[in-house]
């Protein structure tokens, strides 16, 4: 006689779902996890503090020889252009962007993404999470950046009685600017990393977008094509940056402060929805 037993049933395991400090912890892993993390922050931080202590020294030296017309001019634009020059944030805008985009296409390259998304189904919280430690990390590099090429920069010009204090109209927005920036920046490459699942296409859509578009776009001729040059992340910065936008080379159609905050928001929460829904929709 043959005895038939019933198939033991194994229990089901079912776990709560991943809470979002979760999702914030392993999103913090993971970036830090990058090797471009890791090194190009604190080379990007140094080689922008190195620029800005080397336009200061310039100036500092060379102050005996500026004529008085000149080191009032200089007093007017002279002090936020050493403390935040263009040669060091460009390189520094260019970094964040390529983090950001690695954030996000390195998990696509590796397939880790599809791991992440096995045990968290929930793609828009991961994606949401993704966008704010990024947003975190970069706003403190921003942050740390901007505070020390400001302090070091003035503090070597002061003996020439040409430096400025946080205190002066318009400097304070200036340094925050230059802080938001980065995390701005980020999050584009995120975008554009969601967008286009490939390093090399982000990195270069993104040096389109934020360096090379506001070079060659000529704002001067026609109001539509300086509304759209404006709307640019570079432009807005500079002008947040600007405290004394009319003294040299007057824009006809000018940016104002407003605009310019509004172009850097608009553009942060663009790149993080575009990564959110494009993330939901399509196959990891």
């Known amino acids: 006689m043959t005895v038939v037993t019933a198939p033991t049933r194994r229990p089901t395991v079912t776990g709560a779902p991943a809470r979002f400090r979760d999702l914030l912890a392993a999103e913090w892993i993971k970036l830090w996890s990058l090797r471009s993390t890791r090194w190009t922050l604190p080379l990007v931080f140094l080689f922008v503090i190195g620029t800005s202590v080397n336009a200061s020294l310039a100036d500092h030296r060379n102050w005996p020889t500026y004529p008085e017309g000149r080191r009032e001019l200089f007093r007017l634009y002279g002090p ?8 060091g944030y460009l390189l520094l805008i260019l970094a964040s962007a ?9 998990e696509h390259q590796s397939g880790l993404i599809r791991a992440t998304f096995a045990a968290v189904p929930a793609r828009r919280a991961v994606v949401a999470a993704k966008a704010a430690v990024l947003t ?7 942050t ?8 070091v920069s003035q503090a070597i010009l002061a003996d020439r009685d040409a430096g400025w204090s946080i205190g002066e109209p318009g400097v304070l927005r200036a340094v925050a600017a230059s802080a938001v920036l980065v995390p701005v920046c980020a999050l584009v490459g995120m975008g554009l990393g969601a967008l286009t699942r490939h390093a090399a296409a982000a990195v270069a859509t993104a040096t389109t977008v934020l360096l090379l578009a506001p070079m060659l776009v000529d704002s001067d001729e026609h109001r539509w094509i ?19 936008p009319d003294v040299l080379n007057p824009d006809p159609y000018p940016a104002t402060v407003t605009g310019a905050w509004l172009t850097l928001a608009a553009w942060s929460l663009t790149a993080t929805l575009t990564a959110i829904t494009l993330t ?4 990891p």
């Open 80 to 87: 936020v252009r050493d403390a935040f020059p263009e040669a």
């Open 98 to 106: 390529t983090v950001g985009a690695l954030t996000i296409v390195g």
């Open 136 to 142: 975190a990390v970069m706003l403190v590099l921003g």
């Open 144 to 151: 740390a950046t901007a505070a020390t090429a400001f302090w």
């Open 226 to 244: 300086a509304e759209a040059h404006n709307a640019l992340p570079l432009t807005a910065w500079l002008r947040l940056i600007e405290v004394h």
């Open 280 to 283: 939901h929709r399509r196959d």
